[in-house]
T-cell receptor
Framework: EAGVTQFPSHSVIEKGQTVTLRCDPI?????LYWYRRVMGKEIKFLLH????????ESGMPNNRFLAERTGGTYSTLKVQPAELEDSGVYFC????????????FGSGTRLTVV | GQNIDQPTEMTATEGAIVQINCTYQ??????LFWYQQHAGEAPTFLSY????GLEEKGRFSSFLSRSKGYSYLLLKELQMKDSASYLC??????????????FGTGTRLLVSP
């Protein structure tokens, strides 16, 4: 089966610009998660979708970040306007849910804000 | 609060055995995961423990003690390709009540010939 796909793999943008990251989960996985790793720190939770609904967005840093999952398939994470501290690697993961431990991660999008 | 600690770096030689420790503090524990991550790639699932004891899977084993908030990942017969970062993550359902993974900073393992 195809894994979790993230696009783009790398993005370099200037401070103040807008960037949209995309995640395509494994087909049939209702649960979709966004995580972020800032350099030198641990991977941190951003938010969790079940189908198209946001179940938990307690990890979103501020209102410059907007995540959507229209139709319950792929998800986008938009940063507008981007700041220097938003630089890092953004990971997406998907799972079937429940006690299932099959979290599958994408390779991440490395975002650099200059 | 949530806190997960693991060593930053470890080195070992090919063919040896290495144990990577992880200690955690969380109020809503619902399982502990170990992931392997090569540079620039996705974290890949290695093991899952939710009950105390040892889970063995080929060259990799993982142990959990919930009362001590402690886990380790044991890698046997090390190979060069095992050089990677190893991430300890706890599934936590405290706070909002929804489950999410809480990660440690990862342990970078370097295997030398």
């Amino acid at each position: 089966e195809a894994g979790v796909t993230q696009f783009p793999s790398h993005s370099v943008i200037e401070k103040g610009q807008t960037v949209t990251l995309r995640c395509d989960p494994i087909s049939g996985h209702d649960n979709l998660y966004w995580y972020r790793r800032v350099m030198g720190k641990e991977i941190k939770f951003l938010l969790h979708f079940v189908k198209e609904s946001k179940q938990d967005e307690s990890g979103m840093p501020n209102n410059r970040f907007l995540a959507e999952r229209t139709g319950g398939t792929y998800s986008t994470l938009k940063v507008q306007p981007a700041e220097l501290e938003d630089s890092g690697v953004y990971f997406c993961a998907s799972s079937l849910g429940g006690q299932d431990y099959g979290y599958t991660f994408g390779s991440g999008t490395r975002l650099t804000v200059v | 609060g949530q806190n997960i600690d693991q060593p930053t770096e470890m080195t070992a030689t090919e063919g040896a055995i290495v144990q990577i420790n992880c200690t955690y503090q969380t109020s809503g524990f619902n399982g502990l995961f170990w992931y392997q991550q090569h540079a620039g790639e996705a974290p890949t699932f290695l093991s899952y423990n939710v009950l105390d004891g040892l889970e063995e899977k080929g060259r990799f084993s993982s142990f959990l003690s919930r009362s001590k908030g402690y886990s380790y990942l044991l890698l046997k017969e090390l190979q060069m390709k095992d050089s990677a970062s190893y991430l300890c993550a706890v599934r936590d359902r405290s706070g909002t009540g929804f489950q999410k993974l809480v990660f440690g900073t990862g342990t970078r393992l370097l295997v030398s010939p």
